[in-house]
C-alpha cells in the first residue's frame, strides 16, 4: 500500500499477515482516508522502492484502522521528466511518475521467458520538444493498458504513467513495470495536462505531429544521450565488468573482419527466424515467416590508446553507418558472380572514429574474446569532440549510486534511431587485446555487491534501533 498525509508526503505500508490480508483488501479503498494506530516502523529495504522515504510501515493483528473525514489530497506525485529519463540523468531507485504525449502505441504480443510466456506491450511518450521515452510493459499490466487506451480516444492524448520502474539494463526500454504496481491514465484531470496542452499552441510543428499517434513503436534516443551515459570507459576497462551491463566508449574503425560473413536471411522486422515443426517462424512477430531477405550482421576491428575490440553493427544500425541497405549489397555480388563475397561499401567506414553504446553480455563476460553488440551510435563529430569518460567505476552502471534526479526543463535535440542488439547465439570470438594486468584486475574486481556494501561501511543502516518491545505509535491520518 501507498499512503499520503496532508503535506503529501508519501509511505509504503504492508502486511504478512493473512487475516489482515483480506480485511485490507475487502474493505480498504483508494481515495478514502484512514486513521492507523499501532503498528512497526521498519527500514524499507526492497529492492523497488514506491517513494524515497527510508522507512515503511508493517501492520498487524492489533493495528487498529478507522475511516476518517479529514481532507488529504488523493494523488501525490513523483515526477521525473521525460528530459532527464531519455538522456539517463535519472537515477532514481524508487518508483517515478511520468507524464508526457502519447507518440505511438503498439500491439500486444507474446513473450517468451524462462518457464512460459507473458504478454508484452510497448508505446513511446515524448515531451512538448518530442524528446521521447520508450516504456514497454509486461504481464497483466500490458493488458490492463491495452484495455484502457481504447479506440475513442482523439490524440493529442496525454499520458500519465505512475510508479513505472527505470529499466537499468535498457535491453527493453527506458521504463518498464514493476509487477502489476504499474498504472497508466490517458488524459488525466491534472494541471499538468492542461500546461502540456497549452504549451503546443506555441510550438506548431510538435502540435501536427503529436497530433497522430503512430502505431510503429521504434526506442528512439538523443545524440547527446552518449554523452550523458553513465558509464563512459575505454577498451581496457571494458574487461573489468563482471555482470551484464552497458558501456559508451569512443573507438576508430579499425578493419573489416571477414571470417564471421556479413549478412543472414531475416524477417522483414530483422529478427532472425528459426525452424518450428518445419515452418519458419519469428518470435518476435509470432507468425510464420513466408519470405526471408538479407540483413546486415557485419563485424569490425575497432581501437582506442588503451585496446582493441571486436564489434558488431546490427541491420538498422549497419544501414546507417554505412548508408546503404543489406538486400542491395547482396543483389550487386550475386550479378558479379560472387554471391558470398564481401562488397567493397563495408569497408567505406574504415578510418572513421565512433562513439558506441555496446551491449556486454553474460556470454561476453564468460567469453572476453567474444564480439559485442552496438545498440546505439553517433559518428557526428560535434558530438564526438564532446565526449568526456566519466569517472572510472569497477561495478556495472546499474549499480552506480546517484541522487534523485529533480523536474528540469525539457530542450529539443537532434535524435538517432536506437535498436537492441539481435540475440545471436552463436557470436564469434575475435581478438580483444588489452594490457597485462588486465585479468588481474577482473579477479581483483569480482567481490560481491554486499561485500562492496559492508566495505563502504553501508551495513550499520541496515537494523534499526528499537527498544526492546515492538514500536508502537500513532501518526496523523493516512489517505491509502
Not at 483508494?30 to 515503511?56: M, S
Not at 492524448?157 to 513495470?177: C, D, E, M, Q
Request: net charge negative.
Amino acid at each position: 500500500m501507498l499512503l499520503v498525509d496532508e503535506q503529501e508526503s508519501r509511505i509504503e505500508a504492508f502486511t504478512t499477515q493473512k487475516s489482515l490480508i483480506r480485511r485490507i483488501i475487502e474493505e480498504l479503498r483508494e481515495g478514502v482516508v484512514y486513521h492507523f494506530e499501532n503498528f512497526e516502523v521498519l527500514l524499507n529495504k526492497d529492492e523497488y522502492k514506491v517513494t524515497d522515504c527510508k522507512y515503511k510501515l508493517s501492520f498487524h493483528c492489533s493495528t487498529s484502522i478507522e475511516e476518517s473525514d479529514l481532507s488529504i489530497p488523493f494523488d501525490a506525485f513523483n515526477f521525473v521528466t521525460i528530459k532527464d529519463v531519455a538522456e539517463f540523468n535519472a537515477n532514481n531507485e524508487d518508483l517515478i511518475d511520468v507524464i508526457g504525449f502519447l507518440q505511438s502505441f503498439g500491439d500486444l504480443k507474446d513473450h517468451k521467458k524462462e518457464g512460459g510466456s507473458t504478454r508484452k506491450l510497448s508505446f513511446t511518450i515524448a515531451d512538448e520538444n518530442e524528446r521521447s521515452v520508450n516504456v514497454v510493459v509486461f504481464g497483466q499490466c500490458a493488458n490492463e493498458i491495452f484495455r484502457a487506451k481504447g479506440e475513442d480516444l482523439q490524440p493529442p492524448i496525454v499520458v500519465l504513467l505512475r510508479f513505472a520502474r527505470i529499466n537499468r539494463g535498457k535491453g527493453f526500454g527506458h521504463l518498464t513495470n514493476q509487477f502489476e504496481g504499474t498504472k497508466v491514465v490517458f488524459n488525466p484531470d491534472l494541471p499538468e495536462t492542461k500546461k502540456l496542452l497549452d504549451s503546443l499552441e506555441d510550438n506548431p510543428v510538435a502540435s501536427q505531429s503529436l497530433s497522430q499517434v503512430s502505431s510503429c513503436v521504434i526506442a528512439t534516443a538523443t545524440n547527446e544521450s552518449l554523452l550523458s551515459f553513465p558509464c563512459r570507459i575505454n577498451v581496457a576497462q571494458i574487461m573489468n565488468f563482471t555482470e551484464p551491463c552497458e558501456v559508451v566508449t569512443k573507438l576508430v574503425i579499425e578493419k573489416l573482419e571477414t571470417a564471421y560473413g556479413w549478412n543472414y536471411d531475416g524477417c522483414p522486422c530483422d529478427k532472425k527466424p528459426f525452424y518450428v515443426n518445419g515452418k519458419l517462424k519469428c518470435s518476435a512477430c509470432n507468425t510464420e515467416v513466408k519470405m526471408t531477405e538479407p540483413k546486415f550482421k557485419v563485424h569490425y576491428k575497432a581501437r582506442d590508446s588503451t585496446g582493441k575490440c571486436s564489434i558488431i553493427f546490427f541491420n538498422r544500425l549497419a544501414s546507417q553507418l554505412l548508408n546503404c541497405v543489406a538486400t542491395d549489397l547482396k543483389d550487386q555480388m550475386i550479378k558479379m558472380g560472387k554471391p558470398m563475397g564481401f562488397p567493397k561499401e563495408l569497408s567505406d567506414c574504415i578510418g572513421k572514429e565512433v562513439l558506441v553504446k555496446l551491449k556486454i553480455k553474460d556470454f561476453n563476460i564468460g567469453h572476453p574474446n567474444s564480439s559485442m553488440g552496438v545498440s546505439q551510435f553517433s559518428d557526428d563529430m560535434h558530438i564526438i569532440e564532446k565526449f568526456t569518460y566519466s569517472e572510472y567505476q569497477e561495478n556495472p552502471p546499474t549499480l552506480t549510486e546517484a541522487s534523485p534526479v529533480e523536474s528540469s526543463a525539457s530542450k529539443s535535440s537532434p535524435k538517432i534511431v536506437l535498436v537492441e542488439a539481435e540475440e545471436d547465439d552463436d557470436l564469434t570470438d575475435s581478438q580483444i587485446v588489452t594490457p597485462e594486468d588486465t585479468n588481474a584486475k577482473r579477479r581483483k574486481l569480482s567481490k560481491t555487491i554486499s561485500q562492496a556494501v559492508d566495505d563502504g561501511g553501508l551495513s550499520e543502516m541496515l537494523t534499526p534501533t528499537f527498544s526492546s518491545t515492538k514500536l508502537l505509535k500513532t501518526i496523523k491520518e493516512e489517505v491509502c
